[in-house]
């Protein structure tokens, strides 16, 4: 029970530190905006203006501690002697078919299957599911699209 109260007490002062920190931001923002106002109406030199943006400068980076001005993130810093990923390789892959001396491929038994749905009047982009059973000993695939077994097949 100590534990869970402590642990409280830690979220709460710093949530209490996150919103006075925003105060004093706050309060910055506003001293500065009144300070561009006064040098507005008053014309102050050049030098006096570089002077209000470094305060500004200034906040903005006390917002996030334990990184320099000026400074990239280490994480999207390029390291050096580091080598760029390489291009990933194209896979080849092809599927044959061998039965009493002749060879299909299953790539080309699956266009065929994709034509004749197209000339049925479907959209081969409606396909959400194609399975194929070939049977080499008939040259016949048969196919079943999106779980509508009708005995349809192809000869190959």
């Not at 507005?40 to 990184?67: D, H, I, L, N, S």
Request: charged share 35%.
């Amino acid at each position: 029970m100590a534990k869970k109260q402590t642990e409280t007490k830690a979220t709460t002062t710093a949530k209490e530190a996150v919103t006075a920190a925003a105060k004093a931001v706050a309060a910055k923002k506003e001293d500065v905006k009144a300070a561009v106002a006064a040098k507005k109406e008053t014309a102050e030199p050049a030098a006096k203006k570089a002077e209000v943006k470094t305060e500004v400068k200034e906040t903005v980076t006390k917002k996030k501690p334990g990184r320099k001005p000026g400074t990239k993130n280490s994480a999207t810093a390029k390291k050096p002697g580091r080598k760029p990923a390489k291009k990933p390789v194209e896979k080849i892959q092809e599927v044959f078919i061998e039965f009493g001396g002749d060879q299909f491929q299953t790539e080309k038994i699956v266009e065929q299957i994709h034509e004749v749905y197209r000339s049925e009047g479907h959209r081969v982009g409606a396909i959400k599911s194609l399975r194929v059973y070939i049977d080499p000993s008939e040259r016949k695939a048969y196919y079943v699209i999106n779980d509508n077994a009708e005995g349809k097949f192809v000869e190959f």
